[in-house]
C-alpha cells in the first residue's frame, strides 16, 4: 500500500518527489518508494529531514516507526532522542510552540537560534502571553565571568555575549507584554531547557561544543516525580535563583 499521509504532505507543501530528494539528500528513487510503500521506513535522519521540510511531525507520515519506537517503562516520558539539536525538525519547535497554553519557559543560555529558525517567534510570544500563557527566558548575563570562559571555550566568531545581546534585543520589543519576563542566570551554562507545558525539550551541552552540536531529549510527563517532574524542578531552580535584567527595556 502506498504512504498516502507522506503523499498529502508533499502536496501540501507543494513539493514533488524531487524537491522532498533534494531535501532529504537522497536519490529521487529513493523517495519514490517512501511514497509507493507504506511499509518502508527511512533512516531516523531522512525522516528527520522530511518532517522538517513538509512541516509536519514524523509520526504524521511514518506512525507506525513512532508505535514500534515506544516504550512502557520508566523512561516512557522520553518519546525522542536526537544526537545534535539542529537534528531535531523545526516543525517539532513550532509544534510546541503553538499548542502551549500556560508555560513557555526558555532557559538556553543565550536562545539565539531561536529568532533564526522560528518564523515570526516575537509576534508568537506576543500572542501567547495576551492569550494568558506565561512566556519566560533565562539567559546568561553577557558581562559576567562565566560568560567569558565560555567564549574562551567555544572560540568561535559569534561570541556567546553577542549571542545573548540578539535575544535581549528581541526580549525588548515584548518585555512590556503582561506575561512575557526575563532573568539573567549562570547555573544553566551546561544544560538548556525548553518548557512547553506538559512537554520539554533538554539539551545537555558537551565540553566546547555549541548548543547545535549537542544532544537533545524530548521529554513528555507521564508521572509524578519522573524525568519530566526531575527537569522541571531544575527549571524552577533555576529561574527562581535568576537575577532582575534592569537595562531590558521596551524599544
Known amino acids: 500500500m502506498a504512504n498516502d499521509a507522506l503523499r498529502q504532505a508533499m502536496t501540501n507543501a507543494r513539493l514533488t518527489e524531487q524537491d522532498l530528494a533534494e531535501a532529504c539528500q537522497v536519490d529521487v528513487k529513493t523517495v519514490a518508494r517512501w511514497v509507493a510503500e507504506e511499509d518502508r521506513?527511512?533512516?531516523?535522519?531522512?525522516?528527520?529531514?522530511?518532517?522538517?521540510?513538509?512541516?509536519?511531525?514524523?509520526?504524521?507520515?511514518?506512525?507506525?516507526?513512532?508505535?514500534?519506537?515506544?516504550?512502557?517503562?520508566?523512561?516512557?516520558?522520553?518519546?525522542?532522542?536526537?544526537?545534535?539539536?539542529?537534528?531535531?525538525?523545526?516543525?517539532?519547535?513550532?509544534?510546541?510552540?503553538?499548542?502551549?497554553?500556560?508555560?513557555?519557559?526558555?532557559?538556553?543560555?543565550?536562545?539565539?537560534?531561536?529568532?533564526?529558525?522560528?518564523?515570526?517567534?516575537?509576534?508568537?510570544?506576543?500572542?501567547?502571553?495576551?492569550?494568558?500563557c506565561r512566556v519566560r527566558f533565562l539567559i546568561g548575563d553577557p558581562s559576567s565571568e562565566v560568560t567569558r570562559r565560555r567564549e574562551e571555550l567555544e572560540s568561535v566568531p559569534l561570541t556567546v555575549g553577542t549571542r545573548i545581546k540578539i535575544t535581549l534585543d528581541e526580549l525588548s520589543k515584548i518585555i512590556d507584554v503582561p506575561g512575557v519576563e526575563a532573568r539573567y542566570g549562570d547555573?544553566?551554562?551546561?544544560?538548556?531547557?525548553?518548557?512547553?507545558?506538559?512537554?520539554?525539550?533538554?539539551?545537555?551541552?558537551?565540553?566546547?561544543?555549541?548548543?547545535?552540536?549537542?544532544?537533545?531529549?524530548?521529554?513528555?510527563?507521564?508521572?509524578?516525580?519522573?524525568?519530566?517532574?526531575?527537569?522541571?524542578?531544575?527549571?524552577?531552580?533555576?529561574w527562581n535563583g535568576g537575577r532582575a535584567i534592569g537595562e531590558l527595556t521596551p524599544q
Not at 522538517?52 to 516520558?77: C, Q, S
Open 41 to 132: 521506513r527511512p533512516h531516523p535522519r531522512h525522516r528527520w529531514a522530511a518532517s522538517d521540510a513538509l512541516g509536519v511531525d514524523e509520526g504524521m507520515l511514518w506512525p507506525d516507526t513512532v508505535r514500534k519506537n515506544m516504550k512502557t517503562g520508566p523512561d516512557r516520558e522520553v518519546i525522542a532522542v536526537y544526537p545534535y539539536r539542529s537534528a531535531c525538525p523545526r516543525s517539532v519547535w513550532r509544534r510546541l510552540i503553538g499548542e502551549a497554553s500556560k508555560e513557555l519557559t526558555f532557559a538556553g543560555y543565550t536562545n539565539y537560534f531561536l529568532w533564526l529558525e522560528i518564523p515570526n517567534l516575537r509576534n508568537a510570544l506576543r500572542r501567547k502571553a495576551e492569550r494568558g
Open 187 to 238: 547555573d544553566h551554562i551546561a544544560m538548556s531547557l525548553f518548557i512547553f507545558d506538559d512537554e520539554m525539550l533538554v539539551t545537555p551541552h558537551l565540553a566546547h561544543l555549541v548548543g547545535h552540536d549537542s544532544p537533545m531529549f524530548h521529554v513528555q510527563r507521564q508521572q509524578e516525580d519522573g524525568l519530566y517532574d526531575r527537569f522541571a524542578y531544575h527549571a524552577a531552580a533555576l
